[in-house]
Structures are given as C-alpha cells and as structure tokens.
C-alpha cells in the first residue's frame, strides 16, 4: 500500500527531495539518500542501531532514561527545538541519543544518564523542566506518540493552557470521583513528583 502511494506521488517526492538536498548543501549538513533497496535497507539499519547504541553505552556506566523522550514540535521549529535541547543536555553534562520521526517534528531522545553522580536524579529533574519550557515556548506537546502519564502530568496546564488543563480535571472528578483509577496519571495529584519511581534500568543488547 505504500509503495502504491509513493508512487502515486512519485514526481512531488522527487522534487521536494530535491529542495532537500539543495538546503543540506546550502547549509553544509550531509545527508544521506535512499533511491535503491540496499541504501534504504542501510537507513534502516542505522535507525536498529540506536537501541545497541544505547546499551553500548549502558555498558560505560551511562543509563537510558525515556522521561523526555517523545516531545513534538510544529516542523518549522524542529531546528530551534533540537539546538535548545543540546543546550540543556550540555549545560548538564549530559548525552543523549536522538532519532525518530523528524519529517513530522517529532523525535525519540534518551538522554544517557551517569547514575554513578550522587546528584543525577537533580540532573535528570532540571532537564524536564527545562524540556518542558522549551516545547511550550515552541508551541509542541510534551508527547507524540507513548502518552503522558505520570511524568508529564504535573506541565500539562504550561503546555495546554489552564482551560484545557480544567477540562482534564472535570472529566476525571466526573469518571473518577474517588481518584481510585491510576491516580496521578494525566491529572496529577496533590504534590505530585514526576520523577517518583524512576529507577535506573539498564538496557540488554
């Protein structure tokens, strides 16, 4: 089905992949093309290779940890997005491997954590919310694909607005009176920690 649609719009996809090219020459960034199967059969091996990656480096001591990992951004701020967010991670001390979806403005980042600094968890706190302010600044949303849930309730009125944020409180005091049914999760809880029960993990090849 999708090499029916590709082909359907053969010719517009070989013109914008043109502008593409011209603006990676123009900007001096390289860019790797797939025309035949083994060059895309080669992208998409280096798409795998990012969960090896990881565990490589779990290996050294540093932890993937998916609590900034699925932000969205409108497309023409993908750029602002990815140079803010280095600047966040650096000014941390902290790496990161970024892949996923770009044509869409939205990428998979997992910051790799040193868990052997006494101080990685105020790191990894200093991080969200910075993240947090950024994709809000840029007009994105904190998820694009994996879902809220508790580590990303506590910002949804920053990123929302309050009169979204109100709706998702009335809709869950309407269903939920009681908070029995996974409490904290998209509507946070009195004095809620995003970050409690994050547990290093590290990742097996």
């Not at 010719?11 to 093309?33: I, S, T």
């Not at 991670?89 to 790799?112: C, K, M, Q, S, Y």
């Not at 868990?115 to 105020?122: F, N, T, Y």
Request: some cysteine; proline content about 6%.
């Amino acid at each position: 089905v999708l090499r029916g649609l590709l082909a359907d719009h053969e010719e517009e996809v070989a013109e914008r992949l043109e502008a593409l090219e011209v603006l990676a020459r123009r900007l001096g960034v390289p860019l790797k093309v797939g025309r035949t199967q083994p060059e895309v059969d080669h992208l998409w091996h280096i798409r795998h290779a990012a969960s090896p990656v990881i565990a490589a480096r779990a290996e050294q001591g540093l932890v993937s940890m998916q609590f900034i990992e699925d932000s969205v951004v409108p497309d023409g701020c993908l750029s602002r997005y990815l140079v803010g967010l280095d600047g966040i991670l650096a000014n941390e001390g902290t790496d990161a491997v970024v892949f996923g979806h770009a044509g869409d403005g939205n990428v998979h980042v997992n910051p790799l954590v040193d868990v052997g600094r006494p101080d990685w968890r105020e790191r990894v706190g200093r991080i969200l919310e910075r993240t947090v302010d950024l994709v809000a600044s840029l007009g994105g949303t904190l998820s694009g694909e994996h879902g809220d849930g508790r580590i990303r309730a506590p910002f949804h009125e920053r990123v929302f607005g309050s009169d979204a944020a109100s709706a998702f409180r009335a809709v869950k005091a309407r269903l939920d009176p009681s908070g029995f049914l996974n409490p904290g999760v998209v509507v946070p809880g009195v004095d809620h920690d995003p970050l409690l029960g994050l547990t290093p993990r590290r990742r097996i090849r």
